[in-house]
């Protein structure tokens, strides 16, 4: 495997100022996991409230094809910290049959926030992956 976009730390943060970020593998043998997600937010604001407002999509793009999908940050009550631990495996198994990768020369992955409402609390979000 031959990666071309990731930084040499396992963290990167999405934030209203930079809502995606996108890496590139030049090989359909790619493989990425997203291990945990974390809602940085200042200690007076309500997180819980948060989660309703916005989404986090992962996009994988090729030559002739897009997969998209959502990954849900569910909220428990009980939880006191907004850590959540996603376990989100993604790579050439999350594809339908038919679509022959072992042609392709590069696949992206974008990781997107997006919101659903306006949001004016100062937030970001931590992703933790694996490569």
Known sequence: M?????ASSNFFELSKEKPFKQFEFSSAD??????????????????????S????????????????????????PYKN????????LVDKHV?????PLDSLSN???KIELRENQT??????LRFEVNK
């Open 119 to 124: 949001i004016v609390e100062p937030f970001a």
């Open 95 to 99: 594809f339908e049959r038919g679509i």
């Open 2 to 6: 031959n990666i071309l976009d990731i």
């Open 53 to 76: 407002k916005f989404e986090v999509w992962v996009h994988v793009l090729g030559q002739d094809f897009t997969y998209s999908c959502l990954i849900h940050l569910i909220n428990d």
């Open 30 to 51: 790619f493989r990425l996991n997203i291990e945990s997600v974390k809602l940085m937010v200042d200690s007076h604001v309500e997180w819980q409230r948060l989660l």
């Open 107 to 109: 696949i992206f992955v």
């Open 81 to 88: 910290q907004p850590l959540f631990l996603i376990n989100k």
